[in-house]
């Protein structure tokens, strides 16, 4: 089993910034891919992005690259969002997603490829 669990979701107002957390743990968590995905209120669930175990391949979705950056510590089983030029479109709850193992899924962008899901973050924009 695997668990994840996020923080550091927060208000904030348009232009800041603010980098939220997510800590893996269970004896099945062995450096699993990891995404961020994101949900607003009345809209589906969108891909933010992801990020291999080596940290070489980062993926972000066309509407937060160039102002989220993915990292992750793998000796603190903690994968970081920093989010920087946030606007209200931001506002969501951020949650992250683990998949088994650490191979790259075909789809990393698509939350079927993904086992392990965290409760959440809420991060709100205001204008």
């Known amino acids: 089993q695997v668990q994840l669990v996020e923080s550091g979701g927060a208000l904030v107002q348009a232009g800041g910034s603010l980098r939220i957390s997510c800590v893996a743990s269970g004896r099945d968590f062995n450096h699993n891919y990891m995404a961020w995905f994101r949900q607003a209120p009345g809209k589906d669930r969108e891909f933010v992005s992801s990020i291999a175990w080596s940290a070489g391949t980062k993926y972000y979705s066309d509407s937060v690259r160039g102002r989220f950056t993915v990292s992750r510590d793998n000796a603190k089983n903690a994968l970081y969002l920093q989010m920087n030029s946030l606007n209200p479109e931001d506002t969501a709850v951020y949650s992250c997603?683990?998949?088994?193992?650490?191979?790259?899924?075909?789809?990393?962008?698509?939350?079927?490829?993904?086992?392990?899901w965290g409760q959440g973050t809420q991060v709100t924009v205001g204008t």
């Open positions: 997603a683990a998949t088994v193992g650490f191979n790259r899924p075909n789809r990393p962008s698509q939350s079927s490829e993904y086992v392990y």
